[in-house]
């Protein structure tokens, strides 16, 4: 069993930050690739907003880059999103999601999950 839990949404003035995290729970699982995505406008589906693979390699979406910046901690199985200058357009639901290979031999590939999401409002 995985389970995310996004934490650190909030209300924010334009030109402020927060830092969502995101927390990992489970056990007899690796963790291959994490990524932030939020609901697009209208509800009509997510957005990749950045991710983040095991080796550190790190991809933004162009709206976010230069003020978004992802990381782990893999000693806490912790993924933060560092978002800075935020925009009245970043005002949505923020979702985790991990992608995961699991140590059983009976689990082969790379298996998705997604948190509950977390609000993010940013107005003046």
């Known amino acids: 069993q995985v389970q995310l839990v996004e934490s650190g949404g909030g209300l924010v003035q334009p030109g402020g930050s927060l830092r969502l995290s995101c927390a990992t729970s489970g056990s007899a699982f690796r963790v291959t690739t994490m990524a932030w995505y939020r609901q697009a406008p209208r509800n009509q589906r997510e957005l990749l907003v950045a991710?983040?693979?095991?080796?550190?390699?790190?991809d933004y979406a162009d709206s976010v880059k230069g003020r978004f910046t992802i990381s782990r901690d893999k000693t806490k199985n912790v993924m933060h999103l560092q978002m800075n200058n935020l925009e009245p357009e970043d005002t949505t639901v923020y979702y985790c999601y991990a992608g995961v290979r699991f140590d059983s031999a009976w689990y082969e590939g790379e298996y998705s999950y997604w948190g509950q999401g977390t609000q993010v409002t940013v107005s003046s």
């Open positions: 991710s983040i693979t095991n080796d550190g390699t790190t």
